[in-house]
């Protein structure tokens, strides 16, 4: 009768509590590990959804006429066009925000407004494609070529520095003026190429 008395007074021996501490930590530290992944990969779906925004509008870009913003006096008339938008002259922001959020001014996305020649629209603006909330990544678009030649590309790229130290990510997503069965079009990579995506 004593014995059993003693065996229901008897507590938690020191190995059985250190396991579980173990056990405890170890659970932690897989929970900590996936959270931090979860977020940066929370982070990075933004470079990829403003990615496939430009991509869009690019495309739309390609098929909508262009012409100079100049006066066309009564009884004249201009010409108009096809083509790529022009290069973005810098990424938006300038700088690759390091481990913070950008927001962006009210001249950021409208810089390319009539900086081309004759008055013509570029870049971003002439894309059509802005950022209205806080970023974590800089957007660049670089077109090579006027988009109605065989071979001419497209370049848009996003670039992060999610955790601010000296590495960068890049995202980058190519297009090409193609020759498909006697007719051209922009055919696009499948997927954007990512380099440092969680860095």
Do not use: H
Not at 38 to 56: D, M, V
Not at 102 to 124: E, L
Not at 155 to 167: E, H, S
């Amino acid at each position: 009768m004593r014995t059993i008395r003693r065996q229901l007074k008897r507590g938690f021996t020191l190995i059985e509590l250190m396991i579980v501490v173990a056990i405890i930590g170890i659970l932690a530290v897989l929970a900590i590990y996936g959270v931090s992944r979860y977020l940066k990969s929370a982070k990075t779906a933004e470079a990829t959804n403003n990615i496939g925004a430009i991509e869009k509008n690019a495309t739309e870009a390609l098929t909508r006429e262009k012409m100079s913003g100049s006066y066309v006096a009564p009884g004249t008339s201009t010409s108009f066009g096809y083509g790529f938008c022009a290069s973005e002259a810098t990424t938006i922001p300038a700088a690759v925000p390091a481990g913070a959020k950008y927001t962006s001014g009210a001249g950021d996305w409208s810089k390319g407004k009539g900086a081309g020649s004759a008055g013509v629209d570029i870049g971003f603006y002439c894309l059509k494609f802005s950022v209205d909330q806080p970023q974590y990544y800089a957007y660049g678009y670089t077109a090579t070529g006027t988009g109605t030649a065989v071979g001419d590309k497209i370049r848009i790229d996003a670039f992060g520095n999610l955790d601010g130290n000296t590495t960068t990510s890049d995202f980058q997503l190519d297009g090409q003026i193609a020759s498909q069965s006697g007719a051209t079009s922009l055919v696009w990579a499948p997927k954007a190429l990512e380099i440092n995506p969680e860095e």
